[in-house]
Nanobody, 115 residues
């Protein structure tokens, strides 16, 4: 099993930055891929970014150039650096990772961007 714990959310003004963390209970070298999703109030969950064990990355068009996903294998943590935040980035951000064919989810962290 894998436990994933997100942190780093909060309230920020438009144009500001936040860094989210997704900490895993075991080596993330075996969790592949790790994906950040978000869900805004009243909207469907959407993929934000993902990263593989060989550090290939993928981003939603809406966040390209503003968000950066990275991984620190020594810390068993995946980060999501979010810059130039917009009100439409508001939502609950959750990470998920695949381990031995199963996806495990964290509980999420709330990001609120005020205009």
């Amino acid at each position: 099993q894998v436990q994933l714990v997100e942190s780093g959310g909060g309230l920020v003004q438009a144009g500001g930055s936040l860094r989210l963390s997704c900490a895993a209970s075991r080596s993330i070298g075996n969790i592949d891929p790790i994906v950040w999703y978000r869900q805004a109030p009243g909207k469907q969950r959407e993929l934000v970014a993902d990263i593989t064990s060989d550090e290939r990355t993928n981003y939603a068009d809406s966040v390209k150039g503003r968000f950066t996903i990275s991984r620190d294998n020594a810390e068993n943590t995946v980060y999501l650096q979010m810059n130039s935040l917009k009100p439409e980035d508001t939502g609950v951000y959750s990470c998920t990772g695949a381990f031995r064919g199963l996806y495990y989810w964290g509980k999420g962290t709330l990001v609120t961007v005020s205009s």
